[in-house]
Structures are given as structure tokens and as C-alpha cells.
């Protein structure tokens, strides 16, 4: 009886234990500047400046992530061709890939000493510690959350459903903008929150390849950094920033089937697999 | 014209389909088991698959020509194609699925098939029987050439079925189309279609009205498939010019066709009828066995004896007091027979 109670009680201390851990760091952002002062620290050159180059960027990277991203996926899902599964393991690669390794890889790409540097310097370009380099950092690190999620989605769909509107009249292109896409947003939002949380917290390949210039290139969360030594409050408010804008992401992805409803149709999914 | 002409080969995973069909303003079913290739035929049709060789044709206008590279798109083919549980686009209303072929008179479309009142539903909130009308609709509105119909009972329950086949008849009789149905049910193809093709791994074993393919199977399978009990035996001529057909237990069966060697005896379930003792009348064909099984469905019952099936109504199992296991004797007469020579194998 007694062990039986002993057992219940470590479970429990383990819990309230990592739970503690996981939010007491959190809470300390709030808890150390009352949140008056905390406020007013926003408004200082820094934040505004470093939540602007933010909002900027990372409005332009997910832009083109959806622009391309959803496409590209479309056609790796809904066609079956050799190196396929080559592809989507190409793809999820800069998941795993250190943020170090990423900002010296896109250096050795588009810097100015890098593959199309040269390129680039024609064309009297330059890519590295512009705000450019940071849209291509976020863009590349945020891609593949997107990329991951949006060719599941499609692959997921009841090809059916592709065929009939194509026997219905309507050609491919119709077919993807009014059969796969609304059947796919659930996926597709999903896939987006998380490029979106990914590509706000981006802070390694930026460093590497955008540096952390003040108004053009630094970013909140390099501004985090920046401040840690010079005004801790202003690091402070800055984190409470994106403490509650990756929670509202967070909110988002657990809330989307709610507002997306059912897209099940008939009755399974494997009837396209069917009879021939 | 309103032909649909298609002469066609193209490998599946583990036959080859081939197969020449023409179907006139009528309604053609292709029925066989489950994996012969039937709804490859449809998606041949419709261009969903693009066959090996071959030529399709709708009204004289080619769809496909592998000989001279016409390979029309589905959205060009003027095919009009009810898929297996309808393939409802379900983030739509009804009007909206209907609509979608951009046909020009939706409401009066929706009139036609008695959904109006169902317009602003979604295809989840519909029962099978609607669902197959919504379905049947929005094919029908873009002013199809052909009709497909992939399975289309399939998706509904047994309550329902009846009614909606008998539905789906109606809609079908009134169409001035070819319709080209898929089933692997015969009693549906035998309902809805005016000639039945029995299509097994890819080729087409027999065309003929329903009435034919039951009167007179070609094959073994066709007999099988058409509801017939399929005896294996020997025949050799019999006294009064019938055939005595010897068979698998050792008991002899006569019949009115004419065959020698190997045969298989066809006689369907209604054409048997089941007495306690060898009843004294026309019947020539008595095999007495137990009942192994007995199975009522609606009206009617269906007794398993010995290697027979047969059909009989309740009333006659509640007056002879069947039950399974008791031996009794099943009756059927030489006419009633039809022989079908096999092949040793």
C-alpha cells in the first residue's frame, strides 16, 4: 500500500516538477519589471526598430513561402515520380540542420565571395547583411515546417474528388484553386503557423548571414541579444513580446480543426484504392 | 449517332485488359468480380487512365487515338461520371456541387432530381439515396455525351437499396444516352441494364440481354455469377435423348441439352424445390441430403442441400417445418438445366 502511494506521489512531484521548469522562465519576463515599465520599454528606438525589421521580413518570407512553397508541394504530393521520396527527405533536411551550418551554407551561396556572389556583384546585387539576407535566412529555415505539412495535406486528399472535377469540366489549375486548396487549409494554416513560429524566433543563420544592424537587419530576436548587455529591460520587454506572440501561434495551430470543419466526404479514405 | 465506340488494351497489376465495346442509347453493364477491371473501363472513358493502345470514341468525335496521339483531357471529354460513393466535393452545398460543371440551368436541374429542397445542404447531412441523386445531377448537368456509373449501389445500405435501384431505373430510362454501368452485382446489372458484358481479368466472357446471360451462361462463371448453382460432372447420353450427367457424389442428373465429356450443370435456385421425400411428379433430378443451411431474406428462403441451392418461400418452410440438419430431397427438373462444357483441367 504503502510503495503504491509512493509511486503516486513521485509521478506526481515529477509532473508539477517539469511543468515548474518549463514555465519558470517564462513567468520571471513578467515578473521581474512590472508590466507598466515593461510597456514603456517598447517604445524605446531599439524595439521599435528591431519590431518593424520584424513584422517586415517576416511578412515578405512567408509570403513567398506560401507564393512557392504551396505549388511545389501540390506537385510533390500528387505526382509519383522516381527520387520522389529523395525529395521530401531534400526538403526536410534545413529542419535538422544547425542554425550555424545554415548561415554559413547560405553565406557560401549568396555572399559576396559565395556561388552566385559573382553573379550577384554583376548585377550590381548585394545580398549579405541587407535585409535581404534576412528574408533568405528566415525564408530558408521557416520553409521546409511549411513544405512538410502543406505535401502531407495534398497527399492526404481523396484523389477522387481531383478526378471528378476534372470530368466535371474544369481543368488542373481550376481543379488545385477550387477542389485542393480548400480541402487541403486545414493543413496548409497548420503548416503556416509553424513556418510563421519558426521564422519569428530565427536567430542563428541571420546572425551568420544578415549580421545585426539596427534598423535593417536586426531582427527581435537579435535584438534580444543585442541588449542583454546594454539594457536588460528592453531585452526583457522584447522577450515578453514574443513569449505572447508564440503563444498566440500556438493557440492558432490547436484551434485550427476547430474552425476549419470536417472536410470527410464519403465514407473512406481508401476508396480511391478500391475496385479497378 | 450518341455511340460510345471503344476498342482498348492496357496492363493491370496482374492481367491485361482488353477489350471492344460499342453502346448504343442504352444502358450497358459491365458486371464481374471485384478487381477484373471494370472501373479501369470508366477512367479509360472519362481519361482519368491512358490506355496502352486502342481507340475511344464518343458520337464519332475521338477521344483517344493512340495510332495518331489524340489524348484528349477529361475536362474536354464531355463524360459525365458518378463515382463509387459519389465523390461529393463536401466543403460545398448541393447547389454548389451541381454548379460546378458550370451548367446552365442549375435550379431547374435540381428540380429534375427532386433535391431543391436540399440545395443549401452539405453532401454530409444527405442519406446514400440523395447523395446518389446529387451525384447523378451534377454528372448530368453539364449535358454529358455518356454516362458513367462506377458501383453505384454500393455505397448504400441493404434497407435503401431496392428503392434506389428502382429510382436510379426510372432516371436511367428517361436518359437518350449511352450509360455505361460498373457492378459486381448482377441482380443490379440484370435491373438497370439493358445488356450485361461479364468482364473477368480483363476480358469480356460474355454480352447478352440479362435474360440471356441467365437462360444460356457460356461459362461457368457467367452461370455462377448470375445466381445459378454450378454442378461439376460427366455427361453421355441418357435414355428419351437426355443427357446423364454423373456427378461429384456419385448421383446422376439429367437434363434437356445436348453434351458429352466434362460439362458443368447450371440450374438456379428457384428452378429447385425441396419436399421431405422424392415427390412423385415431372421432376427428374431428386438429391437427397441435410439441409447445411437456411437462411430467410424477406419472403423467401434460401436452403443449402448437399452441393444445391435453393429458393423457396417461407410459407413452404413453416409448412414442411424445415430445419437445418434434417435430410430432405431437392427437386428440379431436366428442363431446367442448362449444361456448359469445361475444359479438363
Known sequence: ?276 | MDTLDLDIALTLRSFRLELALRVGRETFALVGPSGAGKTSVLRLVAGLVRPERGRIALDGSVLFDASVGIDRPPEERRVGFVFQEYALFPHMSVEQNVGYAGGTNVPEVLERFHIAPLAKARPAELSGGERQRVGLARALARDPGVLLLDEPMSALDTHTRAGVRAELKSILDRLELPVLLVTHDFQDAAVLADRVGVLVDGRLLQVGTPAELVAAPRDPFVGSFTGANILSGRARPGPDGLTAVSVADGSVLYSVDRAEGLVHVAVYPWEVSIAREAPDDSALNHVRAPITSLVRVGNRARIQVGALVAEVTTASVERLDLEEGEVVVASFKAAATRLVTRNPS
Not at chain 1, 512531484?13 to 517539469?18: G, H, P, T, Y
Open chain 1, 1 to 276: 500500500m504503502i510503495r503504491r502511494r509512493l509511486f503516486a506521489i513521485a509521478l506526481v512531484c515529477a509532473a508539477v516538477l517539469a511543468l515548474a521548469f518549463l514555465l519558470l522562465p517564462l513567468v520571471a519576463i513578467f515578473l521581474r519589471v512590472p508590466p507598466g515599465d515593461l510597456a514603456a520599454q517598447l517604445g524605446s528606438d531599439v524595439a521599435v526598430d528591431a519590431i518593424l525589421v520584424t513584422l517586415k521580413t517576416t511578412l515578405i518570407s512567408q509570403a513567398l513561402i506560401l507564393l512557392v512553397g504551396t505549388p511545389a508541394a501540390y506537385l510533390i504530393a500528387s505526382r509519383n515520380f522516381r527520387g520522389r521520396a529523395l525529395v521530401i527527405t531534400l526538403v526536410e533536411l534545413p529542419l535538422v540542420l544547425p542554425p550555424a551550418v545554415a548561415g554559413i551554407a547560405l553565406l557560401a551561396a549568396f555572399g559576396r565571395l559565395g556561388l552566385l556572389g559573382g553573379t550577384f556583384d554583376a548585377l550590381g546585387v548585394t545580398v549579405s547583411f541587407t535585409q535581404t539576407a534576412v528574408v533568405l535566412a528566415v525564408t530558408y529555415v521557416a520553409s521546409p515546417f511549411y513544405l512538410r505539412l502543406a505535401i502531407a495535406s495534398f497527399e492526404a486528399l481523396d484523389r477522387t474528388l481531383l478526378d471528378a472535377s476534372r470530368t466535371l469540366g474544369a481543368g488542373p489549375a481550376r481543379t488545385f484553386v477550387r477542389i485542393a486548396l480548400p480541402l487541403a487549409s486545414r493543413g496548409l494554416a497548420a503548416g503556416a503557423a509553424l513556418s510563421l513560429a519558426r521564422g519569428i524566433g530565427e536567430f542563428g543563420a541571420t546572425i551568420m548571414f544578415a549580421g545585426s544592424l539596427q534598423g535593417v537587419t536586426q531582427t527581435v530576436s537579435l535584438a534580444i541579444y543585442a541588449q542583454l548587455d546594454l539594457e536588460f529591460d528592453v531585452a526583457l520587454a522584447l522577450g515578453a513580446v514574443l513569449v505572447l506572440v508564440s503563444a498566440a501561434i500556438l493557440l492558432l495551430v490547436k484551434l485550427i480543426p476547430a474552425w476549419t470543419r470536417s472536410t470527410s466526404t464519403s465514407l473512406s479514405p481508401f476508396a480511391r484504392f478500391g475496385s479497378s
